[in-house]
């Protein structure tokens, strides 16, 4: 039982458009989300989060946005640069609910920005 | 150290035999995590520690997969008579603590142990 779902596994991105990376999750009990972006032969690193009260976080580039209602996450970059490309992977966690950091991963986008 | 360290990187093994993997993680770190990511998959979830208790092993496949952290710093994960599926990436990640003085949610992962079963 798949609970949090990445169903693109690729995606190709001109450098300095919009890369936008989707996610869907079935537990409504999650309460925190995450992104991680993972580099080859490298661990995954974090790159920005959402708590569930809230359905937009920026950070520079990045902005995850929230759909509860639709139980739907998304990434955006903008602008795309050639060293985003990685693997990336939604996450959630029941942080508030059960006061645990535990991490359940969906299976990863690959994002390929080319010049 | 500065990150989390896992050791070994690779590990190849005979079926039957016994591994420990290790992780030390980030120094003050509460809560240790152990994963497992197969190709093309994003990592699953084993189990985790608060300090020296182990929270939660509800992701530990069988009986054969055991994990220990007795001073709440570095923790083992054992796998006995190894099987090839056991082959994967072993991650370990580390965090504050949930509730703890920096309540991010953040998992800092290592570089993970490469098991190989023959």
């Known amino acids: 039982d798949q609970q949090v779902k990445q169903n693109s596994p690729s995606l190709s991105v001109q450098e300095g458009r919009i890369s936008i990376l989707n996610c869907d999750y079935t537990?409504?009990?999650?309460?925190?989300f995450l992104w991680y972006k993972k580099y080859p032969a490298e661990g995954p690193t974090f790159l920005i989060s959402?708590?569930?009260?809230?359905d937009k976080n920026e950070d520079g580039r990045f902005t995850v946005f929230l759909n509860k209602s639709a139980k739907h996450l998304s990434l955006h970059i903008v602008p795309s640069q050639p060293g985003d490309s990685a693997v990336y992977f939604c996450?959630?966690?029941?942080?508030?609910?059960?006061?645990?950091?535990?991490?359940?991963f969906g299976t990863g986008t690959r994002l390929q920005v080319f010049p | 150290g500065a990150g989390v360290s896992q050791s070994p990187r690779y590990k190849v093994t005979k079926r039957g035999q016994d591994v420990a993997l290790r992780c030390d993680p980030i120094s003050g770190h509460v809560s240790l995590y152990w994963y497992r990511q197969a190709l093309g998959q994003g990592p699953e979830f084993l189990t985790y520690?608060?300090?020296?208790?182990?929270q939660d092993k509800s992701g530990l496949p069988n009986d054969r997969f055991s994990a220990e952290r007795p001073e709440g710093s570095i923790s083992t994960l054992t796998i006995q008579r190894t099987e090839q599926r056991d082959s994967a990436m072993y991650r370990c990640a580390s965090s504050w603590g949930a509730g703890g003085p920096v309540d991010t949610g953040e998992l800092f992962f290592g570089e993970g142990s490469r098991l190989t079963v023959l």
């Open positions: 996450a959630a966690s029941f942080q508030r609910s059960y006061n645990t950091d535990k991490l359940i």
């Open positions: 959402i708590s569930s009260i809230k």
């Open positions: 537990n409504s009990m999650f309460d925190y």
């Open positions: 520690f608060n300090y020296e208790a182990q």
